[in-house]
């Protein structure tokens, strides 16, 4: 929330304590000392602050169960049970700061509220949840919007993602390249380009069977990367080099696909890869973060734009609500990809 938020919800909260403190002081039937001790500027601060409180409290757990709710529909008598529960805490809360005022004067009947007292203390209540109904519907119809623009937004990241890999995968030099390879291979190991003809087939069958996934499996991701690593491990040489350090129950985790193909490819386009300059890749996990790191040998001709990083980034965000990371130290490219279990 930012301070202008934050100011109107205080300023909302502040009122209802001091709407609740002249109604539940001047009408529910007080003896006229208890009203006067009451009626004091300290006691009016003290229910402003319990309201604030409370009221603070109220939108955190509104604010977790749209979360709970848009993750499981199936939530939905749990969250009206606890709904249940806020509303009653509020009745409580005006019924137990009488009483706490009533035996902090030594009243007899501290329990009681003769001559009406009980029903404007529902009145009380009931303009409260009045009040506070049309807040958290409120904040309901702001966050059904930023889901929906949310997923708009995500639905363009997909789309541009996907052109994007498409192209990558059919554009005229990958084709021209991976065929010529195939040609060579056929000619001097005919063995070892039936081995590139299944991967390179298993590389375009992964790209369209993901193409309506906004998630994929770590496990999937990475064997779609071995199969798209040996075409280039085949056509320049055996020169590149991959080092997968992930633990066998991780690999349920999830991410954008198409997002190691990506990472890969940005490797072979900006640095110079020969036999006498290997290049390996390291592959592992930090916490929540798949971290792919390279050591750069930069091509003196290539430029970069950051379009796919630009757009993996999106992705991410919008999907686990974190940022990638990027980072250049001691001559070696990283980047942090946040990881989902859902």
């Not at 009122?15 to 001047?26: D, E, K």
């Not at 050591?295 to 990083?309: A, D, N």
């Amino acid at each position: 929330m930012n301070f202008k938020t934050i100011l109107l919800y205080s300023g909302l909260f502040s009122g209802l304590g001091i709407f609740s403190f002249f109604l539940l002081v001047n009408y529910t039937g007080l003896p006229d000392r208890i009203a006067e001790a009451l009626y004091s500027t300290g006691a009016c601060l003290f229910f402003i602050a319990i309201f604030n409180v409370l009221g603070y409290f109220t939108l955190r757990v509104s604010s977790w169960l749209n979360i709970q709710y848009a993750l499981n529909v199936k939530s939905r008598t749990k969250i009206i049970f606890i709904y249940a529960l806020v509303m009653l805490a509020f009745l409580l809360l005006n019924y137990g700061l009488l009483v706490t005022a009533k035996l902090l004067i030594g009243t007899t009947h501290p329990f009681t509220f003769p001559n009406g007292g009980l029903r404007i203390l529902i009145v009380v209540w009931l303009v409260e949840l009045a009040i506070l109904g049309l807040l958290l519907a409120n904040r309901s119809m702001q966050a059904t919007l930023r889901l929906q623009q949310q997923a708009a937004d995500l639905q363009k990241e997909n789309n541009t993602a996907r052109y994007t890999a498409l192209q990558n995968q059919l554009n005229p030099h990958f084709l021209f390249n991976s065929l010529n390879t195939l040609i060579a291979e056929i000619e001097y190991d005919p063995a070892n380009a039936v081995h590139f003809t299944k991967n390179l087939s298993n590389v375009y069958r992964y790209v369209l069977q993901c193409q309506e996934k906004p998630l994929i499996t770590l496990g999937e991701e990475l064997e779609f990367m071995k199969a798209y690593l040996f075409l280039h491990k085949v056509r320049l040489g055996d020169c590149i080099h991959c080092d997968t350090d992930i633990p066998q129950d991780e690999l349920d985790r999830l991410l954008p696909p198409l997002t190691l193909q990506l990472l890969i490819e940005n490797v072979i386009k900006h640095n110079s890869i020969m036999p006498g300059k290997p290049m390996s890749i390291r592959i592992g996990l930090e916490g929540d973060y798949l971290v792919v790191s390279n050591p750069i040998h930069p091509r003196k001709s290539t430029t970069s734009e950051g379009v796919g990083l630009r757009n993996l980034a999106n992705r991410c965000k919008l999907l686990t609500g974190k940022e990638i990371g990027i980072s250049e130290k001691y001559g070696v490219f990283t980047v942090k990809i946040p990881l989902s279990y859902e």
